[in-house]
């Protein structure tokens, strides 16, 4: 009799079902292969633009901001009239706008005109200054000049840079005169001589 009980008891341990703490590291593996699922499928759909539904779309080799000309591209060097500022008048400048002596080159790059006090507008030429030497050189108002109604006009912009050898640098240089301006020569001071650029002003 002791020896029956004693193998029931035995029988009875082997049949106790495995601790449920024996499987913990079979859930955890589980889990950790759904969580890398779902995170594989959301970024894929992220990369699909599948949460970008309200974002503009690019087409694909489109420049972002395409449609404005850049300064010095074909559309820019055209002498056709631009809008000044979006004030309604428009500026006419050679196809030509490079200029240079000995190792220093202007470059105009856009022009525009505002209105200024009562009878005034002011036209601001943006210019870049190349030097090709190895010394500092001036960037300022006392290079240029505005010829307008038979009057030498000077600048009133303030510029007063340097540009370093071997270097270009990019500025604004802008005149005031009679709002019924309509033709004026812009004049580039070089010290062996200089360079004048042809403008035309239509007002609104």
């Known amino acids: 009799m002791l020896r029956y009980g004693t193998r029931g008891g035995n029988d009875m341990a082997d049949a106790k079902p495995t601790n449920w703490w024996a499987t913990l590291p079979g859930l955890l593996t589980a889990a950790?292969?759904?969580?890398?699922?779902?995170?594989?499928?959301?970024?894929?759909?992220?990369?699909?633009?599948?949460?970008?539904?309200?974002?503009?779309?690019?087409?694909?080799?489109?420049?972002?901001?395409?449609?404005?000309?850049?300064?010095?591209?074909?559309?820019?060097?055209?002498?056709?009239?631009?809008?000044?500022?979006?004030?309604?008048?428009?500026?006419?400048?050679?196809?030509?706008?490079?200029?240079?002596?000995?190792?220093?080159?202007?470059?105009v790059l856009d022009a525009q005109v505002r209105p200024d006090v009562a009878g005034k507008i002011t036209l601001t030429f943006s210019v870049r200054c190349s030097n090709y030497g190895r010394y500092d050189i001036n960037f300022w108002d006392a290079t240029f000049r505005l010829n307008a109604g038979g009057v030498s006009v000077s600048p009133d912009s303030g510029l007063n840079d340097l540009v370093a050898g071997d270097s270009s640098k990019s500025g604004d240089v802008s005149f005031t005169v009679p709002a019924d301006t309509r033709d004026a020569v812009l004049r580039i001071k070089f010290p062996q001589g200089e360079s004048t650029v042809q403008v035309a002003l239509s007002p609104p």
Do not use: C, H
């Open 32 to 107: 950790a292969a759904v969580i890398t699922a779902v995170t594989g499928l959301l970024l894929g759909l992220g990369q699909l633009g599948v949460f970008d539904a309200n974002m503009p779309v690019t087409a694909p080799g489109s420049p972002i901001g395409a449609g404005s000309s850049q300064p010095g591209s074909p559309a820019s060097a055209s002498s056709k009239p631009t809008p000044g500022n979006g004030t309604g008048w428009a500026v006419s400048l050679p196809a030509e706008r490079k200029y240079r002596s000995a190792d220093v080159e202007y470059e």
